[in-house]
């Protein structure tokens, strides 16, 4: 009777400190600590397609159809929506159309090359008031009326290395004139400064003669290319300042014969120099790479809507790592073109 | 149920005991060790499944941080313009620009990355149908036909890592590797230049995991999206597939299985680059390793404390009921009749003083059925002496011879006296109802026995009785005195020619004093002492005496109590004198009492 007791009392104890241990079973792991789920892919929230609108100070230009290339690239690649519109000449008035159209299409981004800093506020200004970010980009604005400019290059570095490759090319001394685009063009006048900085500080025995507007119109260039050719025997070199000078000043040069009498020098797109400095019309060229400026344009804007801004040394995809001074986005260093390597460019 | 508990209330009380005490010990020490263990595994669990997740983000953060490096690696090409020059072209005019390109980007990619960069196992071009490569150790499959994508790869600008088990490069002594594929843009002419492959040693995993501060036995992977081991702590299960990767609960955090033999405590951390998942199991097992002395000394405790439980338990339930089984047998014992028991129990304890209360109840009872059942005994006997003298044929015999002889004689007078004493006689024998006699009637008898032995031995015999008292008044037991009158002639008057027998009756300290005084040759020492045994005996023990004298020792004793009875003095040759003491007590003290009756 006692052993059946104690049997029971042990099969008791055996039931009740097994208990617990065989209970859960429902699902095959059980959560001991979460710090949140993580959401699966298909309830990641579809995106709206961003827009951002890309103003060049004109449209048809070697210069800015590059820019329009890398533009529509990244946003092929970016997945957003670009439209590239410009005036057709470098005009800030027509800019100001052109921007207005595009605040009335409520786009998510304007980015600018200002033709002229200071008649562009009102319009980018009542664009931010509507919520469109604006920022600029190869010609700046005023701060306040922009979240940040994007720079090719630095300005001063562009401006003495300018000055540099023509004082290589007449053996530091002679006359020289200067070609620029628009007089009103801020990033242009930067440069000018630069360059003429640059040859008080090194280059005494080389003088500046005269500088000329082309409006970045490539047929006013030629007249004024020629118009110097004429009106300076001694000019040694022309230096364009924007990128419709040098082959104006090429062309010109080919044609009045003094082919290695005067240099040429600037800024501009390898394309069209190809041939002239084949020939030997122009010796170098600068630039950067308008295609990657445009590039860069739309993918620094879509992070904008993102709520990202540029950070110094950021890498960016298919662009590589650019510098931010202030609020300035530098995107790199500038290459120069010379009849060796000109063919490996294709812009 | 309800039998249950009907057939437990029949259990025996110790088992009911023993049952009562293990609940009580072993129900709260198996509820307190299991509770306490479990609380304690459990908080382990989660304190363990709260800190591996954030090792393991660190450890993603180290991970993403090395990851980060090498994703920056292609950037080192753009360093060289004399490679990028070379990436651009696309025709040649003679094999031997083809070669000298190749050996400027192979040279190249050699400075830059496998002399450069420790981890990096070899690196891989391809470009407009041309392969560059340099690597560290001898490799064998990657060839630019072999490859599914070539350098038209539309990657959009990004980068991404393969797998081992996705191509088919395999280097010598197969070490684990992970190749980061990345698209060659020329930024300037916005042109597709190829895809360059870096192989990564994995080797730098180990090293995060060397510096994971994480439990000992665990295992510690790193998965694709896809459940592709891409690293694990065991390197022979690295390309392997985690097949339950899809059903992991998704979260960050920890989880622990359920179904398995073994279970596991998984820590996950979905944070990692390129969505990997940094994988951290432990058995729990292991992991309860440290607990397992707590669990061990819990278990050895619980059964010492059930093991001391269970003996004080059998110990009490015994005590408790081992006194009360033994009363139990000790009653049934004098219920059959046997009253010498030995119910003496030490314990002062309810058992004990029950115990103690049995003994005197059964002493009491012992006592009631002497005094009742002895006396009854005695009283028979004292009976059938009573009749054995009435019909005493020697007696008899001798006294009808002696009434014939004085016949013959002619003397009458003696005749007429001797048949009215015998008859006197007689008559006092017949009425034995009566226990008790008036002193007188007693002495009376004695007178005639006297008498007539008197007659019949002529003057060998002489006798004298003297009372000092009112002996009508008072009264004492039938056939006291007889006895011992007939053993003073038996032995008297075989060694006596002149034979004296003397009888005083008289009252001292209010009892009553008979004396038989003889001068018989008295008692040997050898009979006295064993005469005066028998007296100071318990005269219960003996009752077929044979001695008249300790027949009526004894009744007296028994009758009155100790203090009375008889009284033998001897001198060899001088006589023997008998002294019988009993309570006085009056005539009517005893009619009241039989009335009473």
Redesign the interface.
Known sequence: ??RR??TL?GLF?LV??SG?TTT?????????????????ETEKIEERQYTIAIVPKLVNIPYFNAVE??AL?AGE?LGVKVIYKGPTVADSTQQIKVIEELINQKVDVIAVSANDPDKLVPVLKRAQRKDIKVITWDSDTHSDSREFFINMVNPETLGRHLMDTLAWNVDEKGEFAIITGSKSAANLNVWLNWIKVQQRDYYPNMKLVEVVASDDDPHKAYMLAKDLLAKYPNLKGIIGNSSVGPPAAAQAVKEEGKMGEVAVVGLSSPNPMNEYLKIGAAQVVTL??P??LG?LTVALATNLVDGVYPSNQQ?V?????IHVIEDTVIMGEP?DFTKE?VD???? | MTFKWKSFKN??L??KL??TY??LT??PV??IG?VAY?QYTKSI??QV??YI?KVLDQANESIDYYLADVK?LP?LL?NSNQVI?VL?KDTYQNKSSLLQDRFIVNSYLTRTYINGEADVLGAFILSKNRLFVSSKIPYSGFAEDMLPFGQDLEL???QSFLLPSQVPLSFKGNPPYILLMRQI?D?????NLGTMFIAVDLSFMSKVVENLETVNNADLSLLSDEGQMIYHTDSEKIGLMDE?FQ?????????????EEENR??SIS?AGPDDWVLLHSVKLKNLTERTDLVRNATIIVFIVIILLGTLISIFLAWTVSRPIHLLTHQMKEVEKGNFEVDVTSKSSDEVGMLAKSFHSMVAKIKDLIRLNYQIKLQQKEAELYALQSQINPHFMYNTLETIGMAVEEGENDTVVDMVSILGRMLRFSISNKEKMVNIDQEVQHMKDYLTIQKIRFEDRIEFSIQDHMETKRFVTPKFILQPIVENCMKHGLDHCHHFKVEILIEIKDQEVHFTVKDNGPGINEAVMAELNKYLQMDPMGRRDSKFGLINVHGRITMMFGEQYGLHIESKGGIGTEVTIRIPLIPMDLLNEGERAN
């Open positions: 009777m006692a007791t104690m009392v104890i009740f400190v617990c859960n079973n429902k699902g095959e792991f059980e959560v001991v600590y979460s710090k949140g789920d993580v959401k699966g290339e890398g690239e690649e950067w790479s295609k990657k590039y890498d995809p298919q662009v590589g790592r290459i390597n490996q460019y294709d812009f | 259990y025996r110790m088992t023993i049952f293990m609940l072993v129900l198996s509820l299991y479990s669990e989660e499944g709260e997740p920056q950037e753009y020059e651009r959009k600008g990004k843009t930024t300037e002419n916005r042109m339950q059903k992991y609960p998704k979260i960050n955090g920890s989880f622990r299985t359920t179904g405590l998984i979905r």
